[in-house]
């Protein structure tokens, strides 16, 4: 089956513009992630849907930042204002939900790369 | 809050030879602790986690962690590597006690070369 899929692949801008990254999680999950992995280092979580809802939104570095899940389904990672430190590979994650006591595994997609000029 | 090191950035190893790669971790609850893989040109996929109970754990392709709460780690081994290990491992950690669905802390992740 399908997995999660990312769109755009690459994304370059110049500092002060906004962007708009997308996800498509696996038909189904109903609980969305979004991360970003800055070069050299691990995967940094932003925030978490559950259905339309974000869960935790700890992770977002400042209100530049926000993400939009209005159907519950396709996530949109919304960024204003860019600065050349937001450069960074934004990864989305998506999982059954949360039911009991067993785990529901994170699937990965392929990461959108953010070059900020 | 929890925090995730991994102290081998890079390692690199001839074919057959043994890996352990270190991880530890820093929270002072209960905890759910995973190695995810990324292979060249693929997705971050997971490795094995562990929950609960025995504290060895055995993932795919022959890799195997232990548990050691007293040293907060979760050690990533695997007897024998082959070429087509090569690629980055992330340590990562869950606190324990936020449902079965919660963000991931990470460590900055270690690069495993590994030589024909």
């Known amino acids: 089956g399908a997995g999660v899929s990312q769109t755009p692949s690459n994304k370059v801008t110049e500092k002060g513009k906004y962007v708009e990254l997308r996800c498509d999680p696996i038909s189904g999950h109903t609980a969305l992630y979004w991360y970003r992995q800055s070069l050299g280092q691990g995967p940094e979580f932003l925030i978490y849907f559950q259905g339309t809802g974000a869960a935790d939104d700890s992770g977002l570095p400042n209100d530049r930042f926000f993400a939009v899940r209005p159907e519950g389904s396709v996530s949109t990672l919304k960024i204003q204002r860019t600065e050349r430190g937001d450069s960074a590979v934004y990864l989305c994650?998506?999982?059954?939900?949360?039911?009991?006591?067993?785990?529901?595994?994170?699937?990965f997609g392929p990461g959108t790369r953010l070059t900020v000029l | 809050a929890q925090s995730v090191s991994q102290h081998n950035h890079h390692v690199i190893l001839s074919e057959a030879a043994s890996l352990e790669l270190g991880c530890n971790y820093s929270?002072?609850?209960?905890?759910?602790l995973f190695w995810y893989v990324q292979y060249p040109g693929q997705h971050l996929q997971l490795l094995l986690k562990y929950f609960s109970g025995d504290p060895l754990v055995k993932g795919i392709k022959g890799f195997e962690a232990e548990f050691i709460k007293s040293k907060f780690s979760f050690n990533l081994r695997k007897p024998s590597v082959q070429w087509s290990d090569t690629a980055e491992y992330f340590c990562a950690v869950k606190a324990g006690n936020t449902g079965t669905a919660s963000k991931l802390t990470f460590g900055t992740g270690t690069r495993l070369q590994v030589t024909l």
């Open positions: 994650a998506s999982s059954l939900r949360a039911s009991g006591s067993s785990y529901n595994e994170q699937f």
């Open positions: 929270y002072g609850g209960t905890v759910n």
